[in-house]
Nanobody, 126 residues
């Protein structure tokens, strides 16, 4: 059982930055893939980014490429999402999730992930 806790969300102006953290407990993330998803109320989850903590392979949604960077610190059992050049359309609740493994075609599917955090709100004002 992996317990995930997100932090780092908040209110930021357009063009600003935030760094989200996803801290895991109960199991090491070394051999898992960790993804970030976001959801706007009434809409489906959107895969934002994913990292294979073992291999360091990363994936990004086209909408965030060049602006967001995912990284992991296995010693701290934590995955980060650095978000720069934020836009109002980035406003959402951001969730991290852990999977045993993902593929380039499946990393953004919520069905690949077994463990989820409670979410953290990110609001970008224009």
């Amino acid at each position: 059982q992996i317990h995930l806790v997100e932090s780092g969300g908040g209110l930021v102006q357009s063009g600003g930055s935030l760094r989200l953290s996803c801290e895991a407990s109960g199991h090491a993330l070394d051999y898992h893939s960790v993804g970030w998803f976001r959801q706007i109320p009434g809409k489906e989850y959107e895969g934002v980014s994913c990292i294979s903590s073992r291999h360091g392979t990363t994936y990004y949604a086209d909408s965030v490429k060049g602006r967001f960077t995912i990284s992991s610190d296995n010693a701290k059992n934590t995955v980060y999402l650095q978000m720069n050049s934020l836009k109002p359309e980035d406003t959402a609740v951001y969730y991290c999730a852990a999977a045993n493994s993902v593929t380039p075609k499946s990393w953004d599917s919520i069905y690949e992930y077994d463990y989820w955090g409670q979410g953290t709100q990110v609001t970008v004002s224009s």
